[in-house]
T-cell receptor, first 113, second 112 residues
Framework: GENVEQHPSTLSVQEGDSAVIKCTYSDSASNYFPWYKQELGKRPQLIIDIRSNVGEKKDQRIAVTLNKTAKHFSLHITETQPEDSAVYFCAASMPGTASKLTFGTGTRLQVTL | EAQVTQNPRYLITVTGKKLTVTCSQNMNHEYMSWYRQDPGLGLRQIYYSMNVEVTDKGDVPEGYKVSRKEKRNFPLILESPSPNQTSLYFC???????????FGPGTRLTVT
């Protein structure tokens, strides 16, 4: 089955700096790659996703890039703010299996003032 | 309001005492899933369902059962809970067109 590795496990940045979280996946058939944000004590929520026919997607301060050849994808957060502090999870799924999602182990991002 | 609900939100039980965690969604989604979240291990899928009466194992199905008799409900059953099933459990339903998973609020289970 699919295996998703995520790095780093913790990341501390100063407010205003950029943060990058990286994930690799094992199954080249995977074609959908979402990122979820989980604030302390809350449920995970989708923040951005990308499909394998696209190399990059941006939404205001966040962006995701995908390298299908290398089987890795990354989350980029620019101009970080304290409210960006949370745990971020990457995930991957294969065609026709929107419900079968394999998650990475998460990155705890701390934005310091 | 579109939502996924879970009950109970907190549960402390003893080894071997059967329990059910309910999950319900009001978005008419066909796909639903159960995950457990443990520190350092992220979210691991237990079971998923792509339609009524259609369920399949996720990555960590041992010790769990599910049923999908109605589109809106997807209960998680622990027939004989053990301490290693102490975890935070999330139910999710999926918009099959957009692929976005909507998570419930979570159920914190402690098995002593």
């Amino acid at each position: 089955g699919e295996n998703v590795e995520q790095h780093p496990s913790t990341l501390s940045v100063q407010e205003g700096d950029s943060a990058v979280i990286k994930c690799t996946y094992s199954d080249s058939a995977s074609n959908y790659f979402p990122w979820y944000k989980q604030e302390l004590g809350k449920r995970p929520q989708l923040i951005i996703d990308i499909r394998s026919n696209v190399g990059e997607k941006k939404d205001q301060r966040i962006a995701v890039t995908l390298n299908k050849t290398a089987k890795h994808f990354s989350l980029h957060i620019t101009e970080t703010q304290p409210e960006d502090s949370a745990v971020y999870f990457c995930a991957a799924s294969m065609p026709g299996t929107a419900s079968k999602l394999t998650f990475g182990t998460g990155t705890r991002l701390q934005v310091t003032l | 309001e579109a939502q996924v609900t879970q009950n109970p939100r907190y549960l402390i039980t003893v080894t071997g005492k059967k329990l059910t965690v309910t999950c319900s969604q009001n978005m008419n989604h066909e796909y639903m899933s159960w995950y457990r979240q443990d520190p350092g291990l992220g979210l691991r899928q237990i079971y998923y369902s792509m339609n009524v009466e259609v369920t399949d194992k996720g990555d960590v199905p041992e010790g769990y059962k599910v049923s999908r008799k109605e589109k809106r409900n997807f209960p998680l059953i622990l027939e004989s809970p053990s301490p290693n099933q102490t975890s935070l459990y999330f139910c999710a339903s999926t918009d099959q067109l957009a692929y976005e998973q909507y998570f419930g609020p979570g159920t914190r289970l402690t098995v002593t």
